[in-house]
């Protein structure tokens, strides 16, 4: 049986073991997917321990995925823009290859799940931490109009829209924000806390759509505010759930579907 684990410190909350069996079971994939508590001192050796004990795969959380960025050999080029990676797998000559699939399933949920088309239209992105970093590529790639940067911090925005080669990307402060936007995407952790991020409440149009990469039981704050104005939106169960299902079809070649197992998280939040 092929083993995979999902590699992180705290690890014993993680939704992915139940997962990842949901797909294997789906797929009739002979696999086994287990909790791995990272160690902060000897992470690196624990991943080529269990490459080297006959591993196939692993996904990494918090705090190591720039680490395991620091270990791969070879890179998708979203994983090179997010500085970050969230997938491992040992290619046939033994080396490993990192991906971040974070922003492909942010994508996925917006766009299949949700039916939101990005291309064409512009998008405000709230925050400039990791979270953001990791899904900036693939928006990019869904061709929006325009992208706006928005953080407390602006050189840390414009660090991030120069480092994608696209044109479309500009960077703001918070409060500087001028107009309305088609797609608004809080990647800043400020719903864990039950905050938002000082934005004006300009940026909302009658058709904006929002999203908030976090997710809860009840409505995040961010999304109570766009409910206020008017504005329909999605939190980000299912990115977590597409995220999880790229990482899947990269290690046994086959998508899972993940309406299914959306619903089913949803009811047990």
Same mark, same amino acid.
């Given at each position: 049986m092929d083993q995979y684990v999902v590699v992180g410190n705290p690890i014993a909350h993680s939704k992915s073991p139940a997962i990842h069996a949901h797909f294997a079971e789906q797929t009739r994939q002979d696999m086994q997917y287990d909790l791995l508590l990272g160690d902060l001192e000897t992470f690196e050796s624990q991943i080529q321990a269990f490459f080297a004990g006959g591993g196939k795969g692993c996904n990494v959380t918090v705090p190591f995925k720039e680490r395991a960025y620091q270990l791969c050999s070879t890179l998708s080029k979203r994983a090179q823009i997010a500085g970050a990676v969230n997938t491992l797998l040992q290619n046939q000559n033994g080396d490993i290859y990192g991906d971040n699939t974070d922003g492909v399933g942010m994508v996925r949920?917006? /766009?299949?799940?949700?039916?939101?088309?990005?291309?064409?239209?512009?998008?405000?992105?709230?925050?400039? =931490?990791?979270?953001?970093? =990791?899904?900036?590529?693939?928006?990019?790639?869904?061709?929006?109009?325009?992208?706006?940067?928005?953080?407390?911090?602006?050189?840390?925005?414009?660090?991030?829209?120069?480092?994608?080669?696209?044109?479309?990307?500009?960077?703001?402060?918070? /409060?500087?924000?001028?107009?309305?936007?088609?797609?608004?995407?809080?990647?800043?952790?400020?719903?864990?806390? =039950?905050?938002?991020?000082?934005?004006? /409440?300009?940026?909302?149009? /009658?058709?904006?759509?929002?999203?908030?990469?976090?997710?809860?039981?009840d409505k995040t704050v961010f999304l109570q505010w766009a409910d206020s104005l008017g504005a329909k939106g999605a939190d980000g169960l299912g990115m977590l759930v597409e995220q999880a299902a790229e990482s899947f079809t990269q290690w046994r070649s086959v998508r899972p579907k993940t309406d299914g197992l959306i619903k089913v998280l949803r009811s047990k939040l």
């Amino acid at each position: 049986m092929d083993q995979y684990v999902v590699v992180g410190n705290p690890i014993a909350h993680s939704k992915s073991p139940a997962i990842h069996a949901h797909f294997a079971e789906q797929t009739r994939q002979d696999m086994q997917y287990d909790l791995l508590l990272g160690d902060l001192e000897t992470f690196e050796s624990q991943i080529q321990a269990f490459f080297a004990g006959g591993g196939k795969g692993c996904n990494v959380t918090v705090p190591f995925k720039e680490r395991a960025y620091q270990l791969c050999s070879t890179l998708s080029k979203r994983a090179q823009i997010a500085g970050a990676v969230n997938t491992l797998l040992q290619n046939q000559n033994g080396d490993i290859y990192g991906d971040n699939t974070d922003g492909v399933g942010m994508v996925r949920d917006i /766009t299949v799940n949700h039916q939101q088309s990005i291309k064409n239209k512009s998008v405000l992105i709230l925050g400039a =931490g990791g979270a953001v970093r =990791g899904v900036l590529e693939p928006i990019v790639a869904e061709q929006p109009q325009a992208i706006v940067i928005a953080n407390r911090t602006v050189s840390k925005a414009e660090t991030l829209a120069n480092l994608v080669s696209s044109d479309v990307c500009s960077a703001s402060s918070f /409060t500087d924000l001028q107009g309305s936007f088609d797609i608004i995407i809080n990647g800043t952790s400020a719903s864990l806390s =039950g905050e938002l991020p000082p934005i004006p /409440t300009t940026v909302v149009h /009658t058709n904006t759509w929002c999203y908030d990469m976090m997710y809860a039981k009840d409505k995040t704050v961010f999304l109570q505010w766009a409910d206020s104005l008017g504005a329909k939106g999605a939190d980000g169960l299912g990115m977590l759930v597409e995220q999880a299902a790229e990482s899947f079809t990269q290690w046994r070649s086959v998508r899972p579907k993940t309406d299914g197992l959306i619903k089913v998280l949803r009811s047990k939040l």
